[in-house]
């Protein structure tokens, strides 16, 4: 199919082979598009996400990536074109910010290479456009959890993959960068790169995605707009909460939870 970048086609995965999390998963990811993945807690949105990455190895299905299985690229060059940004990241090392960011070259150059002019202003750009050059000399280890994730997102912006795979990256920022971060990757969407994030906010997916995948039981039931995918019906199928949504005036529309059932 054109302008798929990345392609899942009935992946099966267990880590335990009594215990199957995903079931016959297939998904495409085309150019220009952000992909909102969502799914109770344990559904398997990150076990997808390694399998997309070619962290975890299917049992059964395929991986494409630009139309050629996953095990056919090398590492560097899978890296060339897809960034990921994990949940949580250790960092040992006290890198500057500038330095933790600048790591994303690597991926364009060898590990060893000194960084150039263009890279140095990819680096600048980068910092520049989620709105933290004035942490650029502080050390990674001293940040908070909010602002860590701004510089890993830098980082993976750094990398200029087309692909950027995100697990649940609004986790630890505020309101107004989750926000703002949902902005800016409509924004590089529209430059035509493609995002796939797990989110547990079915708002941001209405907001911020311009297509949702729904996780349950080891399988997507649901993948298409937002408007038709986030519903009451699919919402408490998922969550097991009622919520009522309203379309308010300004044309945007919310949810509200009705309170929470085991059902
Ligand atoms: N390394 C592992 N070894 C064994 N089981 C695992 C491992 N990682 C995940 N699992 C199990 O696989 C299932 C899916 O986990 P996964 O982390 O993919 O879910 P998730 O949808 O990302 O969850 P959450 O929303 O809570 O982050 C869970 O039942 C989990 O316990």
């Keep these: 199919m054109s302008g798929v970048l990345l392609a899942a086609e009935d992946l099966h995965y267990a880590y335990h082979a009594d215990r199957p999390v995903l079931a016959g998963v297939s998904l495409a990811v085309r150019a220009g598009e952000v992909v909102a993945l969502l799914g109770a807690n344990g559904g398997g949105k990150s076990t997808l996400l390694k399998l997309l990455l070619g962290l975890l190895e299917p ?39 500038r330095d933790l960011v600048a790591l994303g070259r690597i991926a364009r150059r060898g590990l060893f290479d000194r960084l150039n002019r263009t890279d140095h202003a990819v680096v600048d750009a980068a910092l520049a456009r989620l709105a933290i050059a004035d942490l650029a000399e502080r050390p990674y280890t001293e940040l908070s959890g909010g602002q860590r994730q701004l510089c890993l997102i830098a980082r993976a ?35 035509g790169r493609a995002f796939v994030q797990t989110t547990h906010h079915p708002e941001h997916a209405l907001g911020g995605a311009s297509r949702v995948v729904m996780l349950y039981g080891g399988r997507v039931v649901e993948d298409g707009a937002p408007l038709d995918v986030v519903t009451p019906e699919h919402v408490r199928r998922l969550y097991g909460l009622g919520v009522t949504r309203h379309r308010l005036a300004d044309g945007n529309v919310v949810l509200v939870p009705q309170g929470a059932s085991h059902a």
């Design 59 to 97: 049992s059964r299905g395929t991986v494409r990536l630009d139309g050629r299985p996953l095990r056919a690229w090398s590492r560097r060059d899978v890296a060339r074109r897809v960034a990921y940004i994990p949940q949580t990241q250790a960092m040992p090392f006290p890198y500057k910010v």
């Design 157 to 191: 912006l750094a990398q200029e993959a087309p692909v950027i795979v995100m697990d649940e990256p609004a986790t630890g920022l505020d309101y107004g960068n989750q926000w703002r971060l949902l902005a800016l990757v409509r924004e590089l969407a529209a430059e």
